[in-house]
């Protein structure tokens, strides 16, 4: 018999989605589940010849991610009602073009952890596909209604990370044997799986001060320009500045005086180390970064304003509701917050010890149940295009 295929649907605006795709990926494979795993992302379906970047020069992904390094999210809000009624308005061929992928890729399971189109997905699969499961891992702390990741008509199966998002989905009307509820975020086991270091030896291999309290600063692969505003309203406080991608930004940061002793580093697939480093983290409230400083037991300095993107605005309330941190109104009052932290730190980190997020683990037993309850509706397996089929007791509402 042939090893279930499982097909995990992502894009790349942002990082966190390809992110987490390859979390549940690892986790899959460590759970012994056999099954083989297919990244698939979205964007190469939805336009497999490459038209949009033969057209404009780029990816649709990397204009999004060049505005969140240059902080340009004022009025996204807006935009992505925009992008919304676009996926409305060009929803039935949408749907042709992905019936037609899926029956060339023929997977077992969907597992979508994008937003906005898991309408789209679900009905194109649900039409070439009948019976294959389809599951929606949100990789956001809670749903930004309306259409964004719960779609409350369409009997999806919803992985939620919080018990705000399930709530959401109650709310919604959704099954409640379609919600399937974790302890968390879906983050990278490497989170877990940190082995024991002598801190400060490594922290005065790397030039930094072994005792002096340390701010691991960090906005994604890509950086964010306010990092340098960060920097220059620390000049006392020793920091790690992790810039990803961006060189120009590194050798910007790199360049500015300082009195505390200073990390700038490039891009670094082992964040979970240099966070062993640090004592606190300074940077964005996405729901990836937040959770992975709090599963090292960093209390977080997050912002929250006109410019935080509106799927992250509960981040900041999930902060303040677990104790595990300080929401300031703005990065120019950096070193208010700081101080702040310096002060509640034992506390603050006392909260982030007792956050158990244990996503990673729980998901790839979730995923076996849903796809155990479609095999026992249809019990010779899903099945495929041209093939006889009962009426799909799984869109039964």
């Given at each position: 018999?042939?090893?279930?295929?499982?097909?995990?649907?992502?894009?790349?605006?942002?990082?966190?989605?390809?992110?987490?795709?390859?979390?549940?990926?690892?986790?899959?494979?460590?759970?012994?589940?056999?099954?083989?795993?297919?990244?698939?992302?979205?964007?190469?379906?939805?336009?497999?010849?490459?038209?949009?970047?033969?057209?404009?020069?780029?990816?649709?992904?990397?204009?999004?991610?060049?505005?969140?390094?240059?902080?340009?999210?004022?009025?996204?809000?807006?935009?992505?009602?925009?992008?919304?009624?676009?996926?409305?308005?060009?929803?039935?061929?949408?749907?042709?073009?992905?019936?037609?992928?899926?029956?060339?890729?023929?997977?077992?399971?969907?597992?979508?952890?994008?937003?906005?189109?898991?309408?789209?997905?679900?009905?194109?699969?649900?039409?070439?596909?009948?019976?294959?499961?389809?599951?929606?891992?949100?990789?956001?702390?809670?749903?930004?209604?309306?259409?964004?990741?719960?779609?409350?008509?369409?009997?999806?199966?919803?992985?939620?990370?919080?018990?705000?998002?399930?709530?959401?989905?109650?709310?919604?009307?959704?099954?409640?044997?379609?919600?399937?509820?974790?302890?968390?975020?879906?983050?990278?086991?490497?989170?877990?799986?940190?082995?024991?270091?002598?801190?400060?030896?490594?922290?005065?291999?790397?030039?930094?001060?072994?005792?002096?309290?340390?701010?691991?600063?960090?906005?994604?692969?890509?950086?964010?320009?306010?990092?340098?505003?960060?920097?220059?309203?620390?000049?006392?406080?020793?920091?790690?500045?992790?810039?990803?991608?961006?060189?120009?930004?590194?050798?910007?940061?790199?360049?500015?005086?300082?009195?505390?002793?200073?990390?700038?580093?490039?891009?670094?697939?082992?964040?979970?180390?240099?966070?062993?480093?640090?004592?606190?983290?300074?940077?964005?409230?996405?729901?990836?970064?937040?959770?992975?400083?709090?599963q090292m037991k960093l209390p977080v300095i997050v912002v929250?304003?006109?410019?935080?993107?509106?799927?992250?605005?509960?981040?900041?309330?999930?902060?303040?509701?677990?104790?595990?941190?300080?929401?300031?109104?703005?990065?120019?009052?950096?070193?208010?917050?700081?101080?702040?932290?310096?002060?509640?730190?034992?506390?603050?980190?006392?909260?982030?010890?007792?956050?158990?997020?244990?996503?990673?683990?729980?998901?790839?037993?979730?995923?076996?149940?849903?796809?155990?309850?479609?095999?026992?509706?249809?019990?010779?397996?899903?099945?495929?295009?041209?093939?006889?089929?009962?009426?799909?007791?799984?869109?039964?509402?």
């Open positions: 018999m042939s090893a279930v295929v499982v097909d995990l649907v992502y894009f790349n605006a942002g990082g966190g989605h390809r992110a987490s795709a390859l979390a549940l990926e690892a986790a899959i494979a460590r759970a012994g589940l056999g099954w083989q795993v297919r990244l698939v992302n979205l964007r190469e379906m939805l336009d497999p010849k490459d038209g949009f970047r033969k057209l404009t020069g780029m990816d649709p992904e990397d204009f999004y991610n060049k505005r969140l390094a240059r902080g340009w999210t004022v009025g996204l809000a807006q935009e992505l009602k925009l992008l919304q009624g676009l996926i409305r308005w060009g929803h039935a061929p949408l749907v042709r073009q992905l019936q037609r992928a899926w029956l060339e890729r023929e997977p077992d399971m969907v597992v979508s952890l994008i937003p906005n189109f898991n309408r789209v997905l679900y009905e194109s699969l649900a039409a070439s596909l009948p019976g294959v499961p389809y599951v929606t891992v949100l990789t956001d702390m809670a749903d930004y209604p309306p259409h964004f990741w719960m779609e409350p008509d369409l009997p999806i199966h919803l992985v939620c990370g919080s018990g705000r998002a399930v709530a959401q989905a109650h709310a919604a009307g959704h099954a409640l044997s379609h919600i399937h509820a974790t302890s968390g975020m879906l983050i990278r086991t490497g989170f877990y799986d940190v082995a024991a270091i002598d801190r400060a030896a490594e922290r005065k291999r790397l030039g930094l001060d072994p005792h002096r309290p340390t701010g691991l600063v960090l906005f994604g692969g890509q950086g964010s320009k306010v990092m340098l505003n960060i920097a220059r309203r620390l000049p006392d406080t020793q920091l790690i500045l992790a810039c990803g991608h961006n060189a120009a930004l590194a050798r910007s940061l790199k360049a500015l005086p300082a009195s505390a002793p200073r990390l700038v580093l490039g891009f670094t697939p082992d964040v979970a180390h240099y966070m062993q480093l640090a004592d606190f983290f300074i940077g964005k409230p996405g729901p990836g970064s937040v959770s992975e400083a709090v929250r304003n006109r410019y935080t993107l509106p799927q992250e605005r509960y981040n900041t309330q999930w902060v303040r509701e677990q104790g595990a941190g300080i929401v300031s109104p703005s990065y120019s009052r950096v070193d208010e917050a700081v101080a702040q932290m310096l002060q509640r730190l034992p506390q603050l980190r006392a909260a982030t010890a007792g956050v158990r997020n244990r996503a990673v683990f729980e998901l790839p037993e979730i995923l076996r149940g849903i796809l155990g309850d479609a095999t026992e509706r249809f019990s010779d397996g899903p099945l495929r295009a041209g093939e006889e089929w009962p009426a799909p007791s799984h869109l039964d509402r």
